[in-house]
């Protein structure tokens, strides 16, 4: 018997240390990934995200004017941050806190955002679902005639209502 190899066996035998190797590469990158994300979410107070409660917009520094002003104004007893910041239904809500956490993350990580924060043009849009949304019996009549129709944003003469004077 030989104790050398045949050259498929040793091919196979390199094939496999190979795929082991980027497999142990892959497992350490996604370790890694795993490790930075979790040890982010827990400094961000990530967890505070998922509740309803005000105080965990204010997390990050830009955001206690808006908080601030928030509770001198006339909504503070009746809407919370999500109440006008995320769409009402279920997927769509999800899908917009995933959105704005990420990229509110990414800014404030590369310090790559206006001071003081300003809503971007989809959010804009959430915003002005949600004011048509809780007030529909009294804007029913202001509203377009037909679906994407124009409209006048509600906050260009309601700016204070949502967050008040500081």
């Not at 979410?41 to 509740?51: Q, W």
């Not at 529909?136 to 005639?145: C, G, N």
Request: hydrophobic share 30%; charged share 15%; with cysteine.
């Amino acid at each position: 018997m030989s104790s050398s190899k045949t050259p498929s066996h040793r091919r196979r035998h390199r094939t496999l240390g190979i795929l082991f190797s980027i497999n142990g590469a892959i497992v350490i990158v996604c370790g890694v990934l795993i490790g930075i994300g979790g040890f982010t979410f827990g400094y961000a107070e990530g967890h505070s995200y998922f509740s309803n409660d005000p105080t965990a917009c204010a997390n990050c520094h830009v955001m206690q004017g808006h908080f601030d002003s928030w509770q001198k104004s006339s909504h503070h007893h009746v809407a919370v941050c999500n109440d006008c910041h995320l769409p009402s239904d279920g997927v769509r809500k999800y899908i917009t806190k995933a959105d704005n956490g990420f990229f509110h993350s990414l800014a404030f990580t590369l310090e790559n955002f206006h001071e003081p924060i300003q809503i971007k043009e989809r959010n804009r849009r959430v915003t002005q679902e949600s004011c048509i949304d809780c007030h529909t019996q009294t804007v029913h009549a202001m509203l377009p005639e037909s679906t994407g129709g124009e409209m006048q944003l509600c906050i260009k003469c309601h700016a204070g209502v949502g967050h008040g004077p500081l």
